[in-house]
């Protein structure tokens, strides 16, 4: 069985800066992209960041520069430093990994957290 924690989501006022955490534990033999997806009242949820197991990262184009994914292959963790924060950023936080667990070495499953709250507000 595997699965994904988040933590660090909460309220936080305009401008602000926030870290979300993510990870991984249980029967894993590896954590292939990890990323993070969001998803507001009302809407789909969209893609945030992700990162593969090597670093190299994608962002949705409207949050470049503003939101940073890292991860630490160690301890099967992604993490999500989010700055200057709009009140638009509000939405609930997914983490996913695609991940193969033994005994499917060659094969990738997609796992998602339970999501974490994150509200931008004054």
């Known amino acids: 069985q595997v699965q994904l924690v988040e933590s660090g989501g909460g309220l936080v006022q305009p401008g602000g800066s926030l870290r979300l955490a993510c990870a991984a534990s249980?029967?894993?033999?590896?954590?292939?992209?990890m990323g993070w997806y969001r998803q507001a009242p009302g809407k789909q949820r969209e893609l945030v960041a992700t990162?593969?197991?090597?670093?190299?990262?994608h962002y949705a184009d409207s949050l470049k520069g503003r939101f940073t994914i890292s991860r630490d292959n160690a301890k099967n963790a992604v993490y999500l430093q989010m700055n200057i924060l709009k009140p638009e950023d509000t939405a609930v936080y997914y983490c996913?990994?695609?991940?193969?667990?033994?005994?499917?070495?060659?094969?990738?499953?997609?796992?998602w957290g339970q999501g974490t709250q994150v509200t931008v507000s004054s």
């Open positions: 990162i593969t197991s090597g670093g190299s990262t």
């Open positions: 249980g029967s894993i033999f590896r954590v292939n992209t």
């Open positions: 996913n990994a695609d991940i193969s667990p033994p005994p499917y070495y060659s094969a990738n499953f997609p796992y």
